[in-house]
Protein backbone atom coordinates (compact mmCIF):
# COMPACT_ATOMS: atom_id res chain seq x y z
CA UNK A 1 0.00 0.00 0.00
CA UNK A 2 1.24 3.53 -0.66
CA UNK A 3 2.83 5.01 2.33
CA UNK A 4 1.57 8.75 3.01
CA UNK A 5 2.80 11.04 5.22
CA UNK A 6 0.06 13.41 7.34
CA UNK A 7 1.35 16.77 8.61
CA UNK A 8 -0.90 17.93 11.55
CA UNK A 9 -2.25 14.15 12.04
CA UNK A 10 -2.84 14.69 15.78
CA UNK A 11 -5.28 17.69 15.57
CA UNK A 12 -9.08 17.06 14.76
CA UNK A 13 -9.44 16.38 11.42
CA UNK A 14 -5.94 15.11 10.84
CA UNK A 15 -6.42 12.29 13.32
CA UNK A 16 -9.76 11.39 12.06
CA UNK A 17 -8.31 11.50 8.06
CA UNK A 18 -4.73 8.91 9.59
CA UNK A 19 -7.81 6.99 11.38
CA UNK A 20 -9.75 6.06 8.01
CA UNK A 21 -6.60 6.09 5.90
CA UNK A 22 -4.99 2.94 8.00
CA UNK A 23 -8.57 1.67 8.16
CA UNK A 24 -8.11 1.65 4.24
CA UNK A 25 -4.67 -0.28 4.79
CA UNK A 26 -2.61 2.91 3.65
CA UNK A 27 0.80 2.79 5.19
CA UNK A 28 1.03 6.57 7.22
CA UNK A 29 3.11 8.18 9.13
CA UNK A 30 2.03 11.28 11.09
CA UNK A 31 4.49 15.13 11.92
CA UNK A 32 2.38 16.97 14.37
CA UNK A 33 4.55 19.04 16.81
CA UNK A 34 1.63 19.12 19.19
CA UNK A 35 1.50 22.75 19.43
CA UNK A 36 -2.67 22.34 19.48
CA UNK A 37 -2.91 18.23 18.15
CA UNK A 38 -3.08 15.78 21.18
CA UNK A 39 -0.54 12.76 21.47
CA UNK A 40 -3.08 10.57 22.69
CA UNK A 41 -5.25 10.70 18.93
CA UNK A 42 -2.16 8.85 16.52
CA UNK A 43 -0.75 5.55 17.47
CA UNK A 44 2.36 6.12 19.16
CA UNK A 45 4.59 4.22 16.74
CA UNK A 46 2.92 6.67 13.73
CA UNK A 47 3.43 9.38 15.40
CA UNK A 48 6.73 12.25 14.83
CA UNK A 49 6.97 14.89 17.36
CA UNK A 50 8.66 17.80 15.18
CA UNK A 51 8.14 21.10 13.21
CA UNK A 52 7.17 21.58 9.79
CA UNK A 53 10.86 23.63 9.63
CA UNK A 54 12.66 21.12 10.99
CA UNK A 55 14.05 20.33 7.58
CA UNK A 56 16.33 17.34 8.39
CA UNK A 57 13.31 15.69 10.04
CA UNK A 58 11.10 16.51 7.29
CA UNK A 59 13.69 14.94 4.31
CA UNK A 60 13.67 11.88 6.75
CA UNK A 61 10.29 11.13 7.26
CA UNK A 62 9.68 11.95 3.17
CA UNK A 63 11.60 8.67 2.38
CA UNK A 64 9.91 6.15 0.57
CA UNK A 65 6.62 8.66 0.77
CA UNK A 66 4.23 8.48 -2.30
CA UNK A 67 2.26 11.29 -1.25
CA UNK A 68 1.23 13.94 1.48
CA UNK A 69 -1.99 15.36 3.42
CA UNK A 70 -1.23 18.59 4.57
CA UNK A 71 -3.05 19.83 7.75
CA UNK A 72 -0.77 21.26 9.62
CA UNK A 73 -1.71 24.95 10.21
CA UNK A 74 -3.30 27.26 12.90
CA UNK A 75 -7.23 27.52 11.64
CA UNK A 76 -8.58 29.97 14.14
CA UNK A 77 -10.20 33.12 12.57
CA UNK A 78 -10.25 35.49 15.57
CA UNK A 79 -6.99 34.47 16.56
CA UNK A 80 -5.44 35.46 13.81
CA UNK A 81 -6.11 38.97 13.39
CA UNK A 82 -5.08 39.52 16.63
CA UNK A 83 -1.84 37.39 15.60
CA UNK A 84 -1.09 37.59 11.83
CA UNK A 85 2.59 37.24 12.07
CA UNK A 86 2.20 33.92 13.78
CA UNK A 87 -0.86 32.91 11.35
CA UNK A 88 1.69 33.82 8.10
CA UNK A 89 5.17 32.27 9.83
CA UNK A 90 3.24 28.98 10.90
CA UNK A 91 0.38 28.32 7.68
CA UNK A 92 2.80 29.59 5.43
CA UNK A 93 6.17 29.60 6.16
CA UNK A 94 5.43 25.71 7.41
CA UNK A 95 3.87 24.96 3.99
CA UNK A 96 7.34 26.38 2.15
CA UNK A 97 9.71 24.17 3.91
CA UNK A 98 7.33 20.59 3.54
CA UNK A 99 7.17 21.70 -0.27
CA UNK A 100 10.86 22.28 -0.44
CA UNK A 101 11.46 19.04 1.73
CA UNK A 102 8.90 17.40 -0.72
CA UNK A 103 10.37 18.90 -3.80
CA UNK A 104 14.34 17.56 -2.89
CA UNK A 105 12.53 14.26 -2.01
CA UNK A 106 10.68 14.15 -5.22
CA UNK A 107 7.00 13.76 -3.59
CA UNK A 108 4.81 15.08 -6.17
CA UNK A 109 1.25 14.65 -4.70
CA UNK A 110 -0.18 16.81 -1.67
CA UNK A 111 -3.23 16.96 -0.51
CA UNK A 112 -3.90 20.16 1.24
CA UNK A 113 -6.05 21.71 3.92
CA UNK A 114 -8.01 24.54 2.51
CA UNK A 115 -11.05 26.75 3.79
CA UNK A 116 -14.35 28.33 2.94
CA UNK A 117 -12.69 31.42 4.61
CA UNK A 118 -10.68 32.11 1.27
CA UNK A 119 -13.88 33.47 -0.49
CA UNK A 120 -14.36 35.99 2.48
CA UNK A 121 -17.93 37.87 2.36
CA UNK A 122 -19.23 35.45 -0.70
CA UNK A 123 -21.31 37.40 -3.54
CA UNK A 124 -23.75 35.27 -3.69
CA UNK A 125 -24.12 31.33 -2.33
CA UNK A 126 -24.10 28.62 -2.77
CA UNK A 127 -20.86 29.72 -3.76
CA UNK A 128 -18.35 27.56 -6.53
CA UNK A 129 -14.79 27.22 -6.96
CA UNK A 130 -14.59 29.68 -9.60
CA UNK A 131 -15.93 32.42 -7.25
CA UNK A 132 -13.58 35.60 -6.46
CA UNK A 133 -10.82 34.80 -3.91
CA UNK A 134 -10.88 37.57 -1.24
CA UNK A 135 -10.38 36.25 2.09
CA UNK A 136 -11.57 38.79 5.00
CA UNK A 137 -9.02 37.31 7.56
CA UNK A 138 -4.85 36.33 7.98
CA UNK A 139 -6.49 32.70 8.54
CA UNK A 140 -7.99 32.57 5.03
CA UNK A 141 -5.17 34.49 3.53
CA UNK A 142 -2.62 32.44 4.26
CA UNK A 143 -4.87 29.40 3.05
CA UNK A 144 -5.14 31.21 -0.13
CA UNK A 145 -1.73 32.31 -0.15
CA UNK A 146 -0.38 28.32 -0.09
CA UNK A 147 -3.27 27.16 -3.02
CA UNK A 148 -1.29 30.03 -5.38
CA UNK A 149 2.17 28.81 -4.66
CA UNK A 150 0.78 25.01 -5.46
CA UNK A 151 -0.47 26.64 -9.12
CA UNK A 152 3.08 27.52 -9.53
CA UNK A 153 4.21 24.53 -8.15
CA UNK A 154 2.09 22.56 -10.46
CA UNK A 155 3.39 24.52 -13.53
CA UNK A 156 6.96 24.35 -12.80
CA UNK A 157 7.65 21.51 -10.81
CA UNK A 158 5.06 19.06 -11.45
CA UNK A 159 3.56 18.60 -7.92
CA UNK A 160 -0.12 17.71 -8.38
CA UNK A 161 -1.82 19.46 -5.31
CA UNK A 162 -5.37 19.13 -4.27
CA UNK A 163 -7.02 21.77 -2.01
CA UNK A 164 -10.08 21.16 0.07
CA UNK A 165 -11.95 24.15 0.75
CA UNK A 166 -13.78 23.22 4.07
CA UNK A 167 -16.73 24.55 5.29
CA UNK A 168 -17.66 24.11 8.59
CA UNK A 169 -16.13 20.83 10.08
CA UNK A 170 -17.92 19.11 12.81
CA UNK A 171 -19.24 16.12 14.69
CA UNK A 172 -16.64 13.47 15.93
CA UNK A 173 -15.90 9.62 15.45
CA UNK A 174 -16.67 8.47 19.04
CA UNK A 175 -15.74 4.89 18.53
CA UNK A 176 -12.40 5.63 17.75
CA UNK A 177 -12.48 8.16 20.51
CA UNK A 178 -11.57 11.20 18.62
CA UNK A 179 -13.68 14.39 17.69
CA UNK A 180 -13.16 18.15 18.42
CA UNK A 181 -11.26 19.08 21.24
CA UNK A 182 -9.90 22.80 20.48
CA UNK A 183 -7.86 24.60 23.71
CA UNK A 184 -9.79 27.64 23.57
CA UNK A 185 -12.82 26.36 22.37
CA UNK A 186 -14.46 29.19 19.44
CA UNK A 187 -17.06 26.00 17.70
CA UNK A 188 -20.38 26.42 17.67
CA UNK A 189 -21.35 23.13 18.66
CA UNK A 190 -18.50 21.94 21.38
CA UNK A 191 -19.61 25.62 22.82
CA UNK A 192 -23.27 24.27 22.68
CA UNK A 193 -22.55 21.02 24.59
CA UNK A 194 -21.06 23.05 27.33
CA UNK A 195 -23.82 25.65 27.71
CA UNK A 196 -26.27 22.40 27.86
CA UNK A 197 -23.96 21.25 30.65
CA UNK A 198 -22.86 24.33 32.83
CA UNK A 199 -25.97 26.19 32.37
CA UNK A 200 -23.72 29.36 31.55
CA UNK A 201 -25.36 31.05 28.31
CA UNK A 202 -23.62 30.85 25.14
CA UNK A 203 -23.75 34.11 23.31
CA UNK A 204 -24.79 34.33 19.82
CA UNK A 205 -23.00 36.14 17.71
CA UNK A 206 -25.88 38.80 16.00
CA UNK A 207 -29.83 38.01 15.27
CA UNK A 208 -30.11 40.89 12.26
CA UNK A 209 -28.36 39.26 9.85
CA UNK A 210 -30.78 38.54 6.72
CA UNK A 211 -31.59 35.09 7.51
CA UNK A 212 -34.75 33.37 8.04
CA UNK A 213 -34.26 34.06 11.67
CA UNK A 214 -31.61 36.73 12.05
CA UNK A 215 -28.91 34.55 12.96
CA UNK A 216 -26.07 33.42 10.32
CA UNK A 217 -26.21 30.34 7.90
CA UNK A 218 -23.22 27.87 7.54
CA UNK A 219 -22.82 24.49 5.80
CA UNK A 220 -21.83 21.94 8.61
CA UNK A 221 -20.08 19.08 7.64
CA UNK A 222 -19.63 16.16 9.28
CA UNK A 223 -15.70 15.38 9.91
CA UNK A 224 -16.38 11.59 8.82
CA UNK A 225 -17.85 12.82 5.06
CA UNK A 226 -14.26 15.25 5.33
CA UNK A 227 -11.96 12.73 5.79
CA UNK A 228 -13.69 10.62 3.00
CA UNK A 229 -12.92 13.52 0.83
CA UNK A 230 -9.71 13.11 1.68
CA UNK A 231 -9.58 9.44 0.80
CA UNK A 232 -11.14 10.56 -2.69
CA UNK A 233 -8.69 12.96 -3.06
CA UNK A 234 -5.59 11.13 -2.30
CA UNK A 235 -6.95 8.10 -4.76
CA UNK A 236 -7.25 10.39 -7.75
CA UNK A 237 -3.69 12.07 -7.04
CA UNK A 238 -1.83 8.54 -7.12
CA UNK A 239 -4.25 7.37 -10.10
CA UNK A 240 -2.17 10.47 -12.22
CA UNK A 241 -5.50 12.79 -11.42
CA UNK A 242 -4.10 16.44 -11.86
CA UNK A 243 -4.48 19.30 -9.18
CA UNK A 244 -7.52 21.19 -8.26
CA UNK A 245 -9.44 22.95 -5.89
CA UNK A 246 -12.85 21.38 -4.30
CA UNK A 247 -15.37 22.80 -1.70
CA UNK A 248 -16.35 20.13 0.97
CA UNK A 249 -19.86 21.00 2.22
CA UNK A 250 -23.37 19.58 1.32
CA UNK A 251 -24.73 22.85 -0.21
CA UNK A 252 -27.48 23.08 2.41
CA UNK A 253 -27.26 25.98 5.05
CA UNK A 254 -28.35 25.95 8.70
CA UNK A 255 -28.51 29.02 10.73
CA UNK A 256 -26.89 28.91 14.20
CA UNK A 257 -30.45 28.53 15.98
CA UNK A 258 -31.41 25.26 13.85
CA UNK A 259 -28.61 23.90 15.53
CA UNK A 260 -28.96 25.43 18.50
CA UNK A 261 -32.09 23.26 18.44
CA UNK A 262 -30.43 20.03 17.07
CA UNK A 263 -28.27 20.23 19.98
CA UNK A 264 -31.32 21.02 22.08
CA UNK A 265 -33.00 17.42 20.80
CA UNK A 266 -30.04 15.50 20.80
CA UNK A 267 -29.09 15.68 24.46
CA UNK A 268 -32.49 16.35 26.27
CA UNK A 269 -30.89 20.18 27.50
CA UNK A 270 -32.22 23.31 27.18
CA UNK A 271 -28.99 25.47 25.32
CA UNK A 272 -29.52 28.91 27.39
CA UNK A 273 -28.37 31.54 25.08
CA UNK A 274 -28.20 35.06 24.57
CA UNK A 275 -27.95 37.66 21.86
CA UNK A 276 -24.63 39.19 21.70
CA UNK A 277 -23.38 41.72 19.21
CA UNK A 278 -21.48 40.23 15.33
CA UNK A 279 -18.58 38.69 15.69
CA UNK A 280 -16.00 40.86 13.15
CA UNK A 281 -15.54 38.93 10.23
CA UNK A 282 -18.57 36.71 10.35
CA UNK A 283 -20.23 36.77 6.76
CA UNK A 284 -24.08 36.28 6.66
CA UNK A 285 -24.36 32.79 4.76
CA UNK A 286 -21.83 30.35 3.57
CA UNK A 287 -22.64 27.38 1.65
CA UNK A 288 -20.87 24.96 -0.22
CA UNK A 289 -21.64 24.42 -4.36
CA UNK A 290 -19.80 21.04 -3.67
CA UNK A 291 -20.86 19.99 -6.96
CA UNK A 292 -17.63 19.37 -9.08
CA UNK A 293 -16.31 16.78 -5.89
CA UNK A 294 -19.30 14.79 -6.48
CA UNK A 295 -19.01 14.54 -10.15
CA UNK A 296 -15.31 14.82 -10.42
CA UNK A 297 -14.09 12.84 -7.60
CA UNK A 298 -17.72 10.68 -7.11
CA UNK A 299 -17.63 11.85 -3.07
CA UNK A 300 -21.18 12.28 -1.32
CA UNK A 301 -21.75 13.33 1.96
CA UNK A 302 -23.14 10.81 4.52
CA UNK A 303 -23.13 11.64 7.74
CA UNK A 304 -23.85 15.19 7.58
CA UNK A 305 -27.21 15.51 8.68
CA UNK A 306 -27.44 17.48 11.64
CA UNK A 307 -28.63 15.59 13.83
CA UNK A 308 -26.06 12.91 13.10
CA UNK A 309 -23.33 15.37 13.55
CA UNK A 310 -24.91 16.26 16.64
CA UNK A 311 -25.34 12.59 17.85
CA UNK A 312 -21.84 11.35 17.08
CA UNK A 313 -20.13 14.85 18.51
CA UNK A 314 -22.55 14.55 22.22
CA UNK A 315 -21.12 11.02 22.44
CA UNK A 316 -17.54 11.96 21.73
CA UNK A 317 -18.61 14.84 24.17
CA UNK A 318 -20.12 12.44 27.23
CA UNK A 319 -17.02 10.08 26.38
CA UNK A 320 -14.48 12.30 26.81
CA UNK A 321 -16.01 13.90 30.54
CA UNK A 322 -16.31 10.40 32.34
CA UNK A 323 -13.06 9.34 31.16
N1 LIG B 1 -21.28 31.26 16.78
C1 LIG B 1 -22.03 31.85 17.79
N2 LIG B 1 -21.58 31.78 19.07
C2 LIG B 1 -20.41 31.16 19.41
C3 LIG B 1 -19.66 30.54 18.37
C4 LIG B 1 -20.12 30.61 17.07
O1 LIG B 1 -23.09 32.43 17.53
O2 LIG B 1 -20.06 31.15 20.60
C5 LIG B 1 -21.76 31.32 15.38
C6 LIG B 1 -20.82 32.08 14.46
O3 LIG B 1 -21.15 33.44 14.45
C7 LIG B 1 -21.08 31.39 13.12
C8 LIG B 1 -21.46 29.97 13.50
O4 LIG B 1 -21.80 30.00 14.89
O5 LIG B 1 -22.19 31.97 12.49
C9 LIG B 1 -20.31 28.99 13.32
O6 LIG B 1 -19.16 29.50 13.97
P1 LIG B 1 -17.85 28.65 14.18
O7 LIG B 1 -16.90 29.50 14.98
O8 LIG B 1 -18.21 27.32 14.73
O9 LIG B 1 -17.29 28.39 12.73
P2 LIG B 1 -16.89 29.45 11.55
O10 LIG B 1 -18.17 29.74 10.80
O11 LIG B 1 -16.30 30.66 12.19
O12 LIG B 1 -15.92 28.67 10.74
Redesign the pocket.
Known amino acids: MPRILVTGGAGYIGSITTHYLLRRGYDVVVIDDLSRGHRENVPAERLHVARLQDTGAVAELLAGVDAVVHFAAFIA?GESTREPEMYFSNNVGGSLSLLEAMARADVRRLVFSSTAAVYGDPVSVPIPETARIAPVSPYGESKAMVERVLGELDRYRGLRGVALRYF?ACGAEPEAGLGEAHDPE???IP?LFRAAVTGEP?????DNYPTSDGT?T?DYIHVGDLAEAHVVALEHLMGGGGSGAFNVGTGKGLT?MEVLRAVEEVTGKRVPYRIAGR?EG?PTE?VADSSKLRKTLGWEPRRSKIHEITRDAWAYHTSKVKS
Open positions: VNTHLLIQIFGCRVRDL
